[in-house]
């Protein structure tokens, strides 16, 4: 904005300002009023309509899957994009941090007389951009598989036991493919078929080396179907 453009604009401000009425009560009185109408009808629909409460929590589930409100999703799928540990505080931390810090400085960087949205390309853009973004990684958080699916391909006589690890909590340990706790307590299982037999696999799964818990509770069939999943496991898909 240079001199003359400044100097017109506070004239204009001048006039404006003695025609306009003041912010109190005028203003003040609006706001009122309308935060009492949207607080009325907040607590009719409370009372009419109530509030749902989910089943009760229950602490001893495993096959529990946690979802952020649907507001979240684009945070939570930037998480899952994200694999590599060490940048997972750039993922939850930084980059929101990052966006909201600039958002902050706007007036202090962006310094055009200009508010009119196609006089303003790069603001308008970048605007456009990153609601597009926000609302893909919001429809992918959406849409996205549960934790507690594995996503490699298997020979359908392996889908019995491959349901069982999906399901028992495997993965909040151990890592298959793509799924699971990657960096997690357990070794990843994606190649343990290359790695140990199939009997000495079982023989993990049921007594449950180390921290391990024991699966013995799974009973022999499912054990074994267990093993046999593991053991197809060779690390080529
Ligand atoms: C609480 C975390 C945890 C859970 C849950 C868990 N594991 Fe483990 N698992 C481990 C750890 C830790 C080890 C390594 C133990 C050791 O060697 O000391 C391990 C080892 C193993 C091994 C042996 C790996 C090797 O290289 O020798 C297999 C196989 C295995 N787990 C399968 C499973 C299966 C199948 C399930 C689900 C039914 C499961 N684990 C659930 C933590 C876990």
């Known amino acids: 904005m ?3 453009e400044k100097e017109e604009y506070l004239r204009e401000y001048e006039i404006l300002k003695k025609k306009g009425k003041p912010f109190f009560p005028y203003a003040i009185m609006k706001d009122s009023v309308m935060m009492l ?3 009325g009808v907040l607590i009719v629909m409370s009372i009419v309509m109530g509030a749902e409460q989910g089943p009760k929590a229950d602490p001893t589930t495993t096959t529990y899957t946690p979802r952020p409100e649907w507001y979240f999703f684009y945070l939570f799928e930037l998480l899952r994009v994200i694999k590599p540990p060490a940048l997972v ?3 939850t931390i930084g980059i929101p941090t990052i966006c909201m810090v600039l958002l902050l400085l706007l007036p202090f960087y962006d310094r055009g007389p200009e508010r009119v949205p196609w006089k303003r390309p790069i603001a308008t853009i970048t605007g456009i951009m ?3 973004a926000m609302a893909y990684l919001t429809f992918l958080g959406a849409t996205a598989g549960s934790p507690t699916e594995i996503e490699l391909e298997t020979a359908p006589q392996y889908e019995k036991g491959k349901a069982i690890v999906a399901e028992s909590g495997c993965l ?3 890592s298959i493919g793509e799924n699971g706790a990657h960096g997690g ?3 990843d299982l994606t190649d343990i078929g290359s790695k ?5 696999i079982k023989q993990s799964v049921t007594i449950g080396p180390g921290i391990m818990p024991s699966f013995q509770g799974l009973g022999e069939q499912n054990l074994n179907a ?3 999943y593991l053991a197809s496991l060779d690390g080529e898909e």
């Open 2 to 4: 240079n001199a003359r």
């Open 37 to 39: 109408v949207v607080a």
């Open 89 to 91: 505080p750039v993922a």
């Open 130 to 132: 990153v609601i597009i």
């Open 172 to 174: 909040a340990c151990h």
């Open 185 to 187: 307590l357990g070794p």
């Open 196 to 200: 140990i037999p199939k009997e000495a």
């Open 226 to 228: 267990v093993a046999d």
